[in-house]
């Protein structure tokens, strides 16, 4: 079995998920999942290299939760948390998604064409080899990359808008760090973070991160690559030392 088509209209998330689970334990390496409206917890915890799921459709939150290789593509947006504590591969969506994008995220790379919601890269965080990686092509809202530990996140603003215009950058960052395309406002920056212009060794290191996602969504990367970025970074490795007393 390569190859399998999942009709998911009308169908709670449990049985539609354990039919996930059964194709890719059957060999399956490429499924497709029409008629997706709500569902949640697809493709958590899958495991396996060379597994592309393709979801037609609003998936709902938890998309890739756990997951550990797979490819999830979407065509259309996706609900809260896609990405929530992945381990490695890839989400694709072709649209934008809600809240806590890639929340507590430890490996792969999340891609998201257009917008993302509150609290995106919440939490993320790498251990040695494994480092998480959220692009996204719009803008996303407030306390993007709170309390960051590690990884990289990546906003493009491509639709033209400001990418950043809400409060609360960063705030709490103690690793990782935050790649803005253009200028941010201070008046943005979370508390623990602040600004700094990325040098062209830094740019040259988003570089193949950047074409990666021009790749997928068809947009020429050249005009994103000549671009200048704002670099955010955490201003202490312990950004709330003050809030604990020690004995």
């Known amino acids: 079995m390569t190859a399998v088509q999942i009709d998911a209209k009308g169908l709670h998330y449990t049985p539609l998920n354990?039919?996930?689970?059964?194709?890719?334990?059957?060999?399956?390496?490429?499924?497709?999942?029409?008629?997706?409206?709500?569902?949640?917890?697809?493709?958590?915890?899958?495991?396996?290299?060379?597994?592309?799921?393709?979801?037609?459709?609003?998936?709902g939150g938890d998309l890739g939760m756990f997951m550990s290789g797979p490819t999830i593509v979407v065509n259309g947006n996706a609900e809260h948390a896609p990405g929530n504590t992945m381990d490695s591969g890839t989400i694709v969506i072709h649209g934008s998604a809600g809240d806590a994008v890639a929340h507590s995220m430890r490996g792969g790379r999340v891609f998201v064409r257009d917008n993302i919601g509150y609290r995106g890269g919440i939490h993320m965080k790498q251990y040695m080899e494994k480092r998480p990686i959220l692009v996204v092509g719009g803008a996303a809202r407030a306390f993007l990359g709170e309390y960051m530990a590690g990884g990289l996140l990546v906003v493009l603003g491509v639709s033209g808008d400001p990418p950043i215009t809400e409060r609360g950058l960063g705030s709490g960052i103690h690793g990782g760090e935050i790649f803005v395309r253009g200028s941010v406002d201070e008046m943005y920056l979370g508390v623990g973070a602040r600004q700094v212009a990325a040098t062209d060794a830094e740019k040259k290191m988003i570089e193949p991160v950047i074409r990666d996602f021009a790749r997928r969504f068809g947009i020429d990367a050249e005009p994103l690559l000549a671009s200048g970025y704002t670099r955010i970074i955490p201003a202490s490795a312990r950004p709330f030392a003050n809030k604990y007393t020690w004995e």
């Open 18 to 59: 354990q039919k996930i689970r059964a194709a890719v334990a059957n060999g399956a390496h490429e499924i497709v999942i029409d008629h997706v409206l709500g569902q949640r917890f697809i493709g958590d915890g899958l495991r396996g290299d060379g597994v592309t799921i393709t979801v037609n459709g609003v998936p």
